[in-house]
């Protein structure tokens, strides 16, 4: 066995009813003062939060949105600072998390990130800010929370359909973590038991909102995948992803959903291995087939018909994938990967090989 290993250092504090120790690991920063970012739909649930916090909280700012847009960034850290507060704890999903890196990045103190989706944001030094039209992302280690509380019983509340997507997205980490540039068998061990936590605690979290024992899973799903990527690269899937994204506006979660059977199908021959991990993970016999009726049975959006996706953007959405492809197990050509989207796009049931 050969192996390179390197993780970013994090604090990571899990279970149910963990919430209450966020007044310790304040403390535990030499921190007093506590400023909670979250977003307006958030505001009604901060009540555990509260209780931990007691006096140390001095106050919430609740304008957190997607892509940090800069007016609100800038408002964010007038409030930061006019409450003299000394430390941020964003509760909520990637926009929250990444107006809290922006805080603590800019601000120079701690955070103490409350996650409620499974995106895994939490886990990475990657943050950004729209200024303008434009997006702009920076890495840098400051952005990482000094501890992040990931507590089963804060995601009774999150909705189906963010359970279902955020988790997709999720899935897709673990999935991309299973064929890496350079080897790692810790990652790929990793992954396989991430795929398999999702897999129950998904579908069980979508038919069962308040399952503890399925949310507890799908967030300890969520955990893996942050950590797996911090410890290996994107490929193929997240290439596509961005693209979708950047240029056609899908959302992450959603374009994660449909995209990540359609990748594996088209990986399959370079990569048997994270095959047989992810049918081991899944009880599946066909590894794309299983992610796709993973999908289907918790409610994720398959067709890239159905999330806007114009047919005529497909081949040149496929040329920006190979032209900005850093890495993937199998080659590409624009052909190819314009007939993975024309499948994505009608949703054709998916199999290993069949691109
Ligand atoms: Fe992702």
Redesign the pocket.
């Known amino acids: 066995m050969k192996f390179l290993f390197q993780v970013m250092p994090a604090r990571a504090v899990f279970g149910v009813g963990e919430i209450g120790r966020l007044g310790d690991e304040i403390d535990r920063l030499e921190a007093g003062r506590v400023m909670i970012a979250c977003t307006k739909g958030a505001t009604g649930r901060l009540g555990p939060l509260r209780q931990a916090l007691g006096e140390r909280l001095v106050g919430v700012f609740d304008g957190a949105e997607p892509h940090c847009p800069q007016p609100v960034a800038e408002a964010a850290l007038e409030r930061f600072s006019a409450l003299g507060a000394d430390a941020v704890v964003p509760f909520g999903g990637g926009s929250t998390l990444g107006l809290g890196k922006m805080i603590t990045v800019r601000t120079g103190r701690p955070m103490v990130a409350v996650p409620t989706t499974y995106?895994?944001s939490e886990m990475t030094p990657i943050y950004g800010m729209k200024i303008g039209q434009e997006k702009r992302t920076w890495r840098d280690a400051a952005a990482l929370p000094k501890t992040v509380i990931y507590d089963p019983a804060l995601m009774v509340d999150l909705p189906a359909g963010l359970t279902a997507t955020t988790g997709m997205?999720?899935l897709?980490?673990a999935v991309e973590a299973l064929y890496p540039k350079e080897p790692n068998p810790i990652a790929a061990d990793l992954a396989e038991r991430c795929i398999e936590a999702l897999s129950i605690g998904l579908p069980g979290s979508v038919e069962r909102p308040d399952d503890l024992k399925a949310r507890e899973q799908a967030l300890y799903g969520g955990f893996l995948g942050g950590l797996l990527?911090t410890m290996v690269g994107?490929a193929l899937h997240?290439r596509i992803?961005h693209v979708l994204g950047g240029h056609f506006g899908v959302p992450?979660g959603e374009s994660?959903s449909v995209i990540l059977p359609y990748v594996v199908a088209y990986n399959a021959s370079a990569a048997p291995n994270a095959m047989d991990a992810i049918k081991r993970a899944l009880s599946a016999e066909d590894a794309a087939a299983g992610i796709f009726d993973l999908a289907g049975r918790i409610g994720a959006p398959r067709t890239l018909l159905e999330l806007g996706m114009p047919a005529d953007g497909l081949a040149h959405a496929a040329e920006e994938t190979v032209a900005t492809l850093a890495y993937n197990p199998r080659t590409v050509s624009v052909q190819e990967i314009t007939e993975l989207l024309q499948a994505a796009h009608e949703g054709r049931p998916p199999s290993e090989g069949m691109i």
Do not use: K, L, R
């Open positions: 995106s895994g997205n999720c897709a980490h990527v994107i997240h992803c992450h994660n």
